[in-house]
């Protein structure tokens, strides 16, 4: 039986305008709208733009308008925070290759998709942590902390969820385990940290850590917080997989047992990657709540691009300018974000589309 | 699909392997975990040895010595600290239930404006919300104290609303509901925090599209605990007090700090992108001749969506909305950053400054959020239990 497409309704111009002036209502929320438009747009762009000073190196060159020498000469804390001026080639290939590798992973049309995944998760974290903290190959040693900026918003967030994927679907296999005592710990441990707020856990990372290490291992501040975020990433990373888990049909892992399958092979081989599959929407939605979240670090001192710019906006010097910085910092972040969300949209109805066929 | 099947229950693995092999797994499993916590504890024991001191909650008996700025209960430094973290918790509690009022209706009014017929208002919503849930909250709450709030009129400009309420630099400024401190000395800043929760929450629910009973029983209620407020002050224990602009500041009323209207701002706008999307969500899964068969029956777009739509949306909205609650009094957190003092800043920042008392200040925090989220998923299982699953959508 075939079927057609039902049919698209196109509307000319003139057709899509009149149902701004459908009813008195949507006329007057139009006017209303086109009159807010007309008041704040032209406001924002002189400050923004036309009355902004972008060129020139101290306080006095600006005027009226944004001050946006300040996020120039600012520039190196924001992005790197303390990491040694000469050697800030090494995050910028990092984030090159970074750029390169989502790219890979995520266009549909290439035919090494799954390596260019198992790229950026497996091999590319290990890589660029050891190339940004150097100590081979004359490369300098850079300590974590001195990285900053947003450099250490993408280095923790990066760390958390890679280790935190496979964390997870442990958890989340445990919390589903027909053993009662693995179940409960599980699930008391998933939601133990779900229940915590983040600036609770990050003080848990800084403060009850350290005393729970045997004596003469001693992460510091960064080594603490990634660790602290991991473990909170883990108990989300969790919830995402068990949907994945819970959505795969049951007949999946009965078919690979009745292929006579070790019970760990089923799992490896059939159920973990469909499973993971599944869930990817709900992990990248994780990812980048996580990102955001790794603006807090903060509260704990240490100085990603948003603690960056909360030092810069106490410098004498440039005193005033907190709305400049801001709109900056959320700038960065917005767009960050949107590309991964419009990503992860777009990988979800791929996956649907899979899913139906 | 459809026959049951007899493998699968409830979709867990099936135990594996004979009793003998069971046994060891178990054994293997408490074996692993006695040695982890063993170790932990050990740890824990010599680490704090080291820096001489000991695991005791005697601290909390002890004179506080701070003062804390912003306090909805009457709070000195002579006071314990136990005292101290209850202050916290108070105002914790506060802004969260501002914060989830004020998200609540405001994030039901962008869900509608996104599911508005009109595309510039839905497109405009659209990109706000975006804005908001795509930038970091902690961001946001700094940005409303140290921008917005900066940049608002001094006290002699005050934007006032009816001569009774007055926002400028200094916070807000709203009218007191005063006890006469004869009768009831200790609750006078709670009762007049209670009666303006009462109004707000009131006026929360009259906008919520809950089933009409439940509404009938919280206006009710709400409106006894009005008319009890209102007896009061008739019978002269209670009188209301509005701001009066003395000089250069406001005499009178209560005034609401900066770093609390801040945190509300923050906390509300932040759940109420989420909110927005959430509302839009669950109207646009209601079957779509549920909208129809309102527009057949002559309702008006609004209607429709009020009296047809959002009642059925609200069996799918409700879990993912009380867990934005639980995000917001977690995020109340926050606060920390503009010193707002709730619970991890008094109690994980001043006390544990103080006294050193790591392991007891975090489980305090600790304990607090997990009991109030368990209680809170224990509520929204019952509800589930009762809406939910009855109704059959």
């Given at each position: 039986?075939t ?16 149902v ?8 007057a929320?139009?006017l ?13 762009f ?5 009355d902004a000073?972008f060129?020139?190196s ?15 000469i600012?520039m ?5 925070g303390?990491y040694?001026t ?15 590798l ?6 549909p049309?290439n ?22 903290r ?5 490369l ?19 760390i958390?969820?890679?280790?935190s994927v ?12 027909s053993?009662?005592e693995i ?5 008391g441990?998933i ?10 856990i990050?003080f848990?990372?800084i403060v009850?850590?350290?005393?729970m ?5 001693d ?5 603490c917080?990634?660790?602290?975020l991991?473990l ?7 919830e995402?997989?068990r949907?994945?888990l ?9 078919a690979a047992l009745s ?9 490896l ?14 992990i990248v ?5 996580l ?8 509260i ?12 810069a ?8 300018l907190a709305a400049e910085?801001?709109?900056?910092v959320?700038?960065?972040f917005?767009?960050i ?9 777009r990988?979800e109805r791929e ?5 139906h066929r | ?7 699968a229950?409830?979709g867990r693995?099936?135990?594996r392997?004979g ?9 293997a499993?408490?074996?692993v975990?006695i ?8 740890n824990?024991d ?19 010595g701070?003062?804390?700025?912003i306090k909805a ?5 002579r ?17 969260s239930?501002?914060a ?15 599911l508005?017929?009109n595309p ?14 795509n930038?970091?909250?902690?961001l946001?709450?700094?940005?409303v104290?140290?921008v917005i ?5 001094s006290?002699?400009e005050s934007l ?11 916070g807000?400024?709203?009218p ?11 609750f006078?800043i ?10 707000a929450?009131l ?5 919520l ?11 009710g209620?709400?409106l006894a ?5 209102l ?5 002269g224990?209670?009188k ?13 009323g209560?005034q609401?700090a900066?770093?609390?209207v ?12 989420f ?8 109207v ?8 129809e068969a309102a ?5 008006s777009?609004?209607?429709t969506?009020?009296l ?8 799918i ?7 934005q609650?639980?995000?917001i009094?977690k995020?109340?957190t926050?606060?920390l ?7 991890m ?9 103080q006294?050193?008392?790591?392991i ?18 224990y509520?929204?299982?019952?509800y ?5 699953l009855?109704g059959?959508?």
């Open positions: 039986m079927s057609l497409p039902p049919p698209v309704l196109r509307r000319s111009l003139a057709q899509r305008l009149r701004l002036f459908a009813t008195p209502m949507n006329a929320i139009t209303a709208m086109i009159g807010l438009a007309a008041w704040l747009g032209p406001k924002l002189v400050w923004a733009v036309s000073t060129l020139g101290d306080r006095k060159a600006c005027g009226d308008g944004a001050c946006w020498i300040f996020i120039r600012r190196h804390d924001l992005m790197y303390s040694p000469p050697e800030t080639y090494r995050p910028d290939l990092c984030a090159l290759a970074l750029v390169a989502i790219g890979a992973a995520a266009w049309g035919p090494r998709r799954t390596e260019g995944l198992v790229a950026l998760l497996l091999v590319y974290p290990l890589a660029a942590l050891l190339f940004l150097g100590g081979f190959a004359g300098p040693v850079v300590e974590t902390r001195l990285w900053g900026g947003l450099l250490l918003n993408f280095v923790l967030s990066f958390a969820i890679v280790v496979p964390l997870g679907l442990l958890l989340a296999e445990g919390r589903r385990s053993q009662p179940a409960a710990f599980c699930t441990f939601e133990i940290w779900r229940a915590a707020p983040i600036v609770t990050l848990f990372g009850i850590l350290p005393l290490l045997p004596r003469g291992i992460f510091n501040k960064f080594g917080v990634a660790i602290a991991t909170f990433s883990s108990a989300y990373m969790a995402a997989i949907g994945g819970q959505a795969l049909p049951a007949g999946q892992h009965e292929l006579s399958l070790k019970p760990w092979q089923a799992r081989l059939v159920v973990w990657p469909q499973a993971l599959r599944l869930s990817i929407p709900a939605t994780n990812a980048i709540d990102f955001k979240d790794t603006s807090l670090v903060t704990v001192g240490l100085f990603d691009l948003l603690g960056s710019l909360q030092q906006i106490k410098d004498p010097q440039w005193l005033g910085g801001y709109v900056f959320a700038g960065v917005l767009a974000c949107s590309v991964l969300s419009f990503l992860a949209r990988l996956l649907a589309v899979d899913r | 699909m459809a026959a049951a099947h007899p493998i229950l409830e693995s099936q135990p392997g009793r003998a092999r069971r046994l060891a797994q178990q054994g499993f408490y074996a975990l040695a982890l916590g063993a170790s932990l504890l050990y824990i010599r680490n704090l040895a080291e820096r001489g001191l000991s695991l005791s909650f005697d601290f909390l008996a002890r004179p506080a701070f003062e804390i700025a209960i009457d709070f000195s430094p006071d314990t600290y136990a005292a101290a973290a209850l202050v916290g918790i108070v105002n914790t509690l506060l802004v239930a501002l989830i009022v004020t998200a609540t209706i405001v994030g039901f009014t962008a869900g509608a404006m996104l508005s017929s510039i208002l839905a497109r405009s919503t659209q990109a706000f919300t975006e804005l908001i849930r930038t970091p909250q902690l946001q709450i700094l940005f104290y140290t709030l900066r940049a608002l009129p006290a002699r006032s609303l009816g001569g009774a309420v007055f926002l400028n630099v200094r807000l400024f709203i007191a509901i005063l006890t006469d401190p004869a009768a009831m000395p200790r006078g709670a009762a007049n925090e209670a009666a303006w929760l009462c109004l929450g006026i929360a629910s009259l906008f599209p809950l089933s009409r009973r439940w509404k009938t029983w919280l206006a209620g709400l605990v009005l008319a009890g407020l007896a009061a002050m008739l019978g224990a209670l209301i007090e509005t701001p009066v602009l003395r000089g250069f500041n406001f005499r009178g209560v609401v900066p770093e609390l801040a945190l509300w701002i923050g906390l509300a706008v932040y759940a109420s992108g909110i927005a999307d959430m509302v839009r969500g669950a646009l899964a209601v079957p779509k001749g549920q909208g527009a057949a029956l002559g309702l777009p609004f209607l969506l009020r047809v739509k959002l009642p059925q949306a609200l069996r909205l409700v879990p993912p909305l009380v867990s609650y639980l995000n009094l995020s109340s926050l606060g950053a503009i010193a707002y003092p709730e619970i800043a008094v109690v994980a920042g001043t006390t544990l400054n006294t050193g008392h790591a007891e200040t975090m489980l305090i925090v600790m304990l607090f959020f997990i009991g109030t989220n368990l209680t809170i998923s509520l929204i299982n019952v589930n239990r009762r809406v939910v009855r059959g959508l």
